[in-house]
């Protein structure tokens, strides 16, 4: 009876070092937490005028007329539009309505999730010379692979 006390007693010590030990190895792991940044977003209402739609900045500004029938804004912080004149036709615009990304085809939103229509906050997919890269919103692209 002693014995199988003292087994006991030693199964029960050597838990108790190992979980400590893992405790212990866990609290001196170093986690990099990436800075929270907060966004500023300018560009995020969308108004209609018989059953055309434009866009204002959140102090009720007229940033695009409402001559579009769809207008995603992928990012809201930036001043990027795309603005569809009908189901297929579109154009990506500025606050200015200058054409932006001219120089390249298929210029894309990348959808986050097929469930909402959130879109990827840095890159939109491109097409170029047979290539397709992602670009950034300042217009720096990377060409990735070929058809």
């Known amino acids: 009876m002693r014995k199988r006390n003292i087994k006991i007693l030693i199964v029960v010590l ?8 893992i405790i ?5 792991k170093k986690y990099k937490l990436e800075e929270y940044v907060k966004t500023r977003y300018d560009y995020f209402a969308m ?3 018989d059953d055309k739609v434009g866009v204002i900045d959140k102090k009720g500004n007229l940033i695009l007329e409402a001559d579009y029938s769809d207008v995603f804004i ?8 795309f603005a569809y004149e009908n189901s297929t036709d579109y154009k990506i ?7 932006l990304f ?23 997919k491109f097409q ?12 720096k692209s990377n060409c990735s692979s070929r058809i």
């Open 14 to 21: 050597i838990v108790i070092i190992l979980v400590g030990a």
């Open 24 to 28: 212990w190895a866990n609290t001196r």
């Open 47 to 49: 108004y209609s005028v």
């Open 74 to 81: 992928p990012n809201p912080s930036k001043d990027v539009f």
């Open 93 to 99: 615009l500025n606050s200015n309505g200058k054409i």
């Open 102 to 124: 001219s120089n390249y085809e298929n210029v894309e939103a990348l959808q986050t999730s097929e469930l909402s229509i959130d879109f990827e906050k840095v890159f939109l």
């Open 128 to 139: 170029k010379d047979g290539k397709y890269g992602l670009i950034d919103f300042s217009r």
